[in-house]
């Protein structure tokens, strides 16, 4: 079937459509070489069962059903056949068929005489007609079928229909249903035709780009050959660095193949034994032994704890750089208050501030919508951020923040502009700012700490929040950052004014701290490997009033499970231990049909191990190092449905 196609169709192009269409027909003329003598055999046996004999009284004679089945079966059989294995391929092989298998149908009709069944082998035979992906060879059947319904439901309904009334009217509709599985199929191969075009067009277009690209490297072989002796050694030093430039892809593509691998496990080794510094370190000074331990003590376990929680800020940092790499990092769009984020901010960042003397001011310089939408925790992790780094480098002087709605209609945005009095950023270095792991200058790491991610992390997630963060001044007298972002619609949204704004928003009521004994009668089973972290989260969970029972690794635990004569309430499960680890342990629960809450304890703390934990069978998910007061909600939350909160 000819089809308008998008592009012009070359020479070769046409060369490959003709051939893979003359293998199209040569595979369906075999196909139906094989179905003429199937249906040919079929008809004489349906010959034999319906109607073997006609009885004249007690006289009988051969039925001319069974003559027809055997002869004329036989000759709309044989010629088909013949032409499909002498002539395969051809125009005259695929008519002859498509007429054959017509007039096949008509044949199968009448020897079953004229039962509505028999009618069903129209529509397959046109079905499979369409395997030719010809509309010339559908055409000629659907005429023939339709003559055929036509002229016996004219002059011998009997023979088709096995009633003599209303002979045509039923092969008018009939006629129409052919008709309407004919739309279906003519459509069919219209696409078929059309995809065979564009394979076609795309293998021709393949072959010539290989042809070029053969011709070209041929020609520059030739040209290397001919200046070979006067380029020998240029040349074999050309050899060892093309061979050096191939192992150095290799190896940067299996760095980058391993790059999230090794993130997750650096992460893991590190979070690991942080989970059990930070832990105990919490222990220490919650003990009151503590109270009369001398300050200094005091001091040393909050560095402790100060320079942990420190190196958990500088691997989630690499982590969120690289999951924005790879683009597998998502933001939310949540309804917040911009003013309550930014007070919060100020005062959480105040504190930090009045160690050096410095203030922290917040101004407004056009009404904000009272609610905007957007993504809190990546807009507060992008301010934050820059209060930190003005922090860092500022001595003397004060902080500002500047806060307006710029643009007009749909196109309006939040602008928040962070100004600072410190040291401020030479005009040659700003450039290089936003990149990975870069400070203003080599002295500035060794002088204020810091791995030069923040910055880059925070124009990332400003770009995913709709706007940007550039630079707008640097001086010596300090430097400007401006942060913009999409504060989504706004056609519903009420404003408050600036003088409304600079009254701090109504403080939030303090959560109530946990009560002692909240897991009071709980029996929960901790399968963890690292004995350091045994001890804490036993620690934690029976002080919570919780009984604890421990397994080693997945397969201890597993064999606890079904050991216990007592059930367990909930389990925490580590996912990383040897002989068997909790991703295996898991499902193996779960194919058990164990139902009671598994919660995943583990240091991999990329998204993907997430969804890893939850595809396993855990029913939640926490990351170390282990939070206390969230891992005891996780474990109130998940055992609500069947134990009392005290």
Not at 237 to 260: P, W
Not at 368 to 387: A, C, F, K, S
Not at 517 to 522: I, R, S, T
């Amino acid at each position: 079937m000819q089809l308008s196609e998008d592009r012009p169709i070359n020479d070769r192009a046409r060369e490959l459509l003709e051939e893979h269409r003359d293998a199209i027909y040569r595979r369906t003329d075999r196909m139906f070489a094989w179905l003429m003598l199937f249906q040919w055999l079929a008809g004489i046996v349906l010959a034999v069962w319906i109607s073997p004999y006609s009885w004249a009284g007690r006289s009988f004679f051969v039925h001319p059903h069974l003559w027809s089945a055997v002869f004329l079966g036989g000759l709309l059989s044989s010629l088909p056949i013949f032409l499909a294995y002498f002539l395969p391929g051809r125009n005259i092989t695929r008519l002859t068929i498509a007429v054959a298998q017509g007039l096949y149908s008509a044949l199968l009709i009448h020897l079953m005489g004229g039962r509505i069944e028999a009618h069903f082998h129209v529509f397959g035979s046109l079905a499979f007609l369409a395997f030719y992906r010809d509309w010339k060879v559908l055409s000629a059947a659907t005429l023939v079928i339709a003559t055929d319904h036509l002229v016996r439901g004219i002059f011998w309904p009997e023979s088709i229909y096995g009633i003599s009334m209303f002979g045509w009217r039923r092969s008018i509709e009939h006629i129409g249903w052919v008709a309407f599985e004919d739309v279906f199929l003519f459509y069919s191969i219209w696409i078929s035709c059309r995809e065979m075009t564009i394979i076609a067009n795309r293998r021709a277009e393949m072959e010539r780009m290989q042809t070029e690209v053969e011709r070209e490297v041929t020609d520059r072989t030739r040209e290397i050959e001919l200046q070979r002796l006067v380029l020998q050694e240029s040349h074999e030093r050309l050899e060892r660095q093309t061979v050096e430039l191939k192992k150095a892809i290799e190896a940067s593509e299996g760095a980058n193949r391993a790059k999230s691998a090794f993130l997750a496990n650096m992460s893991h080794e590190i979070r690991t034994p942080l989970t059990a510094i930070l832990g105990f370190a919490d222990v220490l000074l919650e003990s009151g032994d503590l109270k009369q331990a001398p300050p200094e003590r005091v001091d040393a376990i909050e560095t402790i704890r100060r320079n942990g929680s420190h190196l958990i800020s500088l691997i989630n940092d690499v982590l969120d750089l690289s999951k924005i790499e790879a683009g597998k990092f998502q933001v939310e769009n949540l309804p917040c208050s911009l003013h309550r984020l930014l007070c919060d901010l100020r005062h959480l960042m105040l504190v930090r501030a009045e160690e050096k003397k410095l203030a922290i001011n917040i101004q407004y310089e056009t009404a904000i919508p009272d609610m905007i939408l957007t993504d809190p925790t990546r807009l507060r992790q992008i301010v934050m951020n820059l209060l930190s780094n003005s922090i860092k480098f500022t001595q003397e002087g004060e902080i500002n923040l500047k806060v307006s709605l710029i643009g007009k209609s749909d196109q309006r945005q939040i602008q928040i502009d962070v100004s600072d009095t410190g040291i401020g950023i030479s005009d040659e270095m700003r450039d290089r700012l936003f990149q990975p792991f870069t400070q203003a200058d080599g002295s500035m790491s060794r002088r204020f700490g810091g791995t030069g991610l923040g910055l880059t992390i925070s124009r990332h997630f400003a770009k995913l929040l709709g706007g940007d963060l550039s630079i707008v001044d640097t001086s010596q007298r300090g430097s400007t950052f401006r942060l913009v972002i999409d504060p989504g619609p706004l056609h519903d949204a009420t404003f408050d004014q600036p003088e409304m704004l600079q009254k701090p928003p109504t403080a939030k009521p303090k959560a109530e701290p946990t009560p002692k004994n909240v897991l009071e009668g709980l029996r929960i089973l901790l399968v963890e490997d690292g004995p350091d972290n045994q001890r804490l989260i036993s620690f934690l969970l029976k002080k919570a009033g919780a009984q604890v029972e421990l397994a080693e690794n997945g397969e201890q635990g597993y064999m606890r499970v079904h050991e216990s004569d007592d059930p367990f309430d909930i389990i925490l499960m580590d996912m990383q231990m040897p002989i068997m680890d909790g991703y295996t342990a898991t499902s193996k629960l779960r194919a058990d049909g164990y139902q009671v809450p598994i919660i995943a304890l583990t240091a991999h703390a990329m998204a993907e191990d997430r969804n890893r934990c939850i595809e396993a069978g855990c029913t939640d998910y926490s990351t170390k190092p282990i939070d206390r007061t969230k891992l005891i909600e996780l474990i109130r939350f998940h055992v609500q449905p069947t134990w009392a909160n005290p």
